[in-house]
């Protein structure tokens, strides 16, 4: 009341007439995730081009998935990726290398030490510093904060570009068939980075006679993981 008296009416009213109502000053001073743009902002914004490790395939972020019958080389795909990037040469004999040198972290839970150099021998990839593999990749999980934080420094100190893990099937936690628990293994994934390209290597679910799938919608599990990618 005092204050009231204090100053004159006009004056007050100016104040008033600035004032912010209580969804404005929370919005003014919530946090930065949960802020909101217009197309205008939008416009305005200048994004540099997408790039490709490999041209047309292998995005510079983002999941890429390959997904297929047991035994038809899914590994071996990874495994080309692998010495196309470290050699900077064509992928598939059709694919060029856009970034050169990009540094690539395995997590296999599928195939051991023994069988990788075997096959990256067979395969022509050379003795590189620039391809990481987890001593104890059996014992990674998303559930695991301690070893997801150790990824997270691996990434950023070797300055890791890809990200190749065998199968998605072993890291996911729960239901393949639930959204909400496959939506969980993409959050996890970006929670680690969202600066990498992540390559899953996954199974496809068993055919239905007579019902041909498009690709996308032949990985086996929920049709979200298809809508994640």
């Known amino acids: 009341d005092d204050y009231l008296n204090l100053v004159p009416d006009k004056k007050y009213i100016d104040i008033l007439k600035g004032a912010l109502t209580k ?9 930065p995730d949960f802020a909101a743009f217009t197309i205008t902002d939008l416009y305005k ?15 510079s972020t983002g999941f890429t998935m390959f997904s297929g019958d047991s035994g038809t080389g899914k590994s071996f ?21 856009k970034t ?18 075997a096959r990256m021998k067979g395969l ?8 990481y593999l987890l001593e ?20 950023i100190a070797k300055n890791i570009g890809v990200v190749i893990i065998d199968s998605f099937i072993d890291i996911l936690e729960g239901d393949e068939n639930s959204a909400p628990d496959t939506a969980k293994v993409f959050n996890a994934l970006r929670s680690i980075s969202t600066n990498v390209c992540w390559v899953l290597l996954h199974h496809e679910a068993k055919p239905l006679p007579r019902f041909q799938r498009e690709a996308g919608d032949r990985a086996r599990g929920s049709t979200n993981i298809k809508a994640q990618l």
């Open 136 to 155: 104890h990749a059996e014992k990674f999980t998303l559930r695991d904060e301690e070893f997801m934080q150790s990824i997270q420094n691996l990434i």
């Open 124 to 131: 022509g990839i050379p003795e590189t510093d620039k391809v």
């Open 45 to 59: 914004r200048e994004y540099p081009p997408e790039n490709y490790i490999i041209d047309k395939f292998l995005p």
């Open 23 to 31: 969804e404005e000053w929370e919005i003014k001073y919530q946090s």
């Open 100 to 117: 050169e040198g990009v540094p690539i972290l395995i997590i296999d839970k599928e195939n051991g030490a023994r069988r990788l150099q």
């Open 77 to 97: 795909i990874a495994l080309e990726i692998i010495r196309a990037v470290t050699n900077n040469d064509i992928f598939l004999d059709h694919f060029p290398i």
